[in-house]
């Protein structure tokens, strides 16, 4: 089966700027998660979604992170306006059912850098 | 929330010596997974293993769930083993929490 797909693959920005990534699952996976991954740390959940409708986004910092799914299958997450602070991998993953219990499929990453 | 603590978070091998990275989990979990993060970023799932043992290749990975830790077994390291190793766990609700990691070097 084909993999989960991110774009683009690195980003470099201006503080201030806004920026969005693009991830298509794995066909038939109904959940969807955006992690972020700072350098030296573990990947941190941002939002989750069931079909198209949102899980989990209490780690998201709404007043400037935004994230759709709309149709249930592929998801974007844009940032609005970036700080320095935002630089990571942006992560995505997917799973068959809610949690992951089933195990979870990463795909390669967005690098993002905000100068 | 459920904490999860790695060890050692720094590892250096000599290649073809043999290593164990620990994974402690502060509650019960229903899931718990075992990824490999390679220098290129790239996570990949090693294993799905909320209790018992399992082995793939070179790689097993033991959970007891009943004193809350997971270990995972590497043995005749290669170079490409290098990376970051990561456990994963979830306790029952939506969320799955990541460990620090386990940061390994394999030096040929």
């Known amino acids: 089966e084909a993999g989960v797909a991110q774009s683009p693959r690195y980003k470099i920005i201006e503080k201030r700027q806004s920026v969005a990534f693009w991830c298509n699952p794995i066909s038939g996976h109904a959940t969807l998660y955006w992690y972020q991954q700072i350098l030296g740390q573990g990947p941190k959940l941002l939002i989750q979604f069931q079909n198209n409708g949102v899980v989990d986004d209490s780690q998201l910092p709404k007043d400037r992170f935004s994230a759709e799914r709309l149709k249930g299958v592929d998801s974007t997450l844009k940032i609005q306006p970036a700080k320095l602070e935002d630089s990571a991998v942006y992560l995505c993953?997917?799973?068959?059912?809610?949690?992951?219990?089933?195990?979870?499929?990463f795909g390669s990453g967005t690098r993002l850098t905000v100068v | 929330g459920i904490q999860v603590e790695q060890s050692p978070p720094d590892l250096i091998l000599q290649e073809g010596a043999n290593s164990t990275l620990r994974c402690n989990f502060s509650d019960s979990v229903n899931n718990l997974q075992w990824f490999h993060q390679n220098p290129w970023g790239q996570l990949i799932n090693l294993f799905y293993?909320?209790?018992g043992t399992k082995q793939n290749g070179r790689l097993s990975a033991t959970t007891v769930a009943t004193e809350r830790y997971s270990l995972l077994y590497i043995s005749s390291s290669q170079t490409t083993d290098s990376g970051v190793y990561f456990c994963?766990?979830?306790?029952?609700?939506?969320?799955?929490?990541f460990g620090a990691g386990t940061r390994l070097f394999v030096k040929a």
């Open positions: 994963a766990v979830n306790s029952g609700g939506f969320k799955t929490i």
């Open positions: 293993i909320p209790s």
């Open positions: 993953a997917s799973s068959r059912t809610t949690g992951g219990i089933d195990g979870y499929t």
